[in-house]
């Protein structure tokens, strides 16, 4: 059974930073892309950043130069650095692998971005 257990969330001011991670289990890591995505309230859960297996990254235009996906398959953790964060960052984040055509997530961390 795969699972994804995220940490790293809390309260953070304006302009400040914090670091994700998403540790996984139960699958062969190194072998498929990984995403994190969020969820503000009232609205939906939109994708962030991914990282393939080639560590390949894209980002949604919201985060660009302020967020980076990382991973390390020998930890078989993939990470998501934000710098810069805004309000509007304010959310649950989920980390979220995809294996054929099941979707499996983590339980969500929060980031609470506010002075």
């Known amino acids: 059974q795969v699972q994804l257990v995220e940490s790293g969330g809390g309260l953070v001011q304006p302009g400040g930073s914090l670091r994700l991670s998403c540790v996984a289990s139960?699958?062969?890591?190194?072998?498929?892309?990984m995403r994190w995505y969020r969820q503000a309230p009232g609205k939906q859960r939109e994708s962030v950043a991914l990282?393939?297996?080639?560590?390949?990254?894209l980002y949604t235009d919201s985060v660009k130069g302020r967020f980076t996906i990382s991973r390390d398959n020998a930890k078989n953790t993939v990470y998501l650095q934000m710098n810069s964060l805004k309000p509007e960052d304010t959310a649950v984040y989920y980390c979220?692998?995809?294996?054929?055509?099941?979707?499996?997530w983590g339980q969500g961390t929060q980031v609470t971005v506010s002075s």
């Open positions: 139960g699958t062969i890591f190194s072998a498929y892309p």
């Open positions: 990282i393939s297996s080639s560590l390949t990254t």
């Open positions: 979220n692998v995809q294996i054929d055509l099941l979707q499996f």
